[in-house]
């Protein structure tokens, strides 16, 4: 499984990274970065990832901090934090900010327009995002407990985890 190892957060980021068989030079080809919404996983790209990488695209699937493979910590976890792992994530896989796509669902359509600005990547696609505003906050947080309470019972019972995209 690939990990990237976060040395300034001691911890490790899971991703997959996809790319056509007949892939163009890396600094050429085209990337899109794959951002999941809370309580969700990478792997809620894997249906579209194969057509989007026999198009053309390499595929950047991350799971963001306390996700699915990439572990709570207890370190981080909020919007920066993920913006910042995006960052390191195309810095180590050594990706073109200029030949780079972000697409972001839910909460990573709001991680998305500002990993743009800061990266300098060619665009942003936003898949329902949510937009930040007082009532928010409790729904955010009824959220959170209802996916930490699936995470203990998907932890007990494997049939319950998401199948993994290669």
Excluded: W
């Amino acid at each position: 499984m690939p990990f990237l190892k976060l040395e300034d957060r001691d911890r490790q980021l899971y991703y997959t990274l996809t790319s056509p068989t007949a892939a163009a030079s890396s600094s050429k080809i085209k990337t899109i970065i794959l951002i999941h919404g809370l309580g969700s996983s990478s792997s809620y790209y894997a249906p579209v990832i194969p057509k989007l990488v026999d198009a053309g695209y390499r595929c950047l699937a991350l799971d963001s901090h306390g996700s699915a493979l990439t572990k709570l910590t207890g370190q981080g976890g909020d919007l920066e934090t993920i913006i910042q792992d995006i960052g390191a994530a195309v810095s180590a896989l050594k990706i073109s900010p200029s030949q780079t796509i972000i697409v972001g669902h839910s909460m990573g359509g709001i991680v998305a327009p500002e990993a743009t600005l800061r990266y300098q990547f060619a665009g942003s696609v936003l898949l329902g995002p949510v937009y930040p505003n007082e009532g928010l906050g409790k729904a955010m947080e009824d959220r959170i407990q209802k996916v930490q309470q699936s995470k203990q019972k998907q932890t007990r019972n494997p049939s319950l985890r998401s199948p993994k995209c290669d």
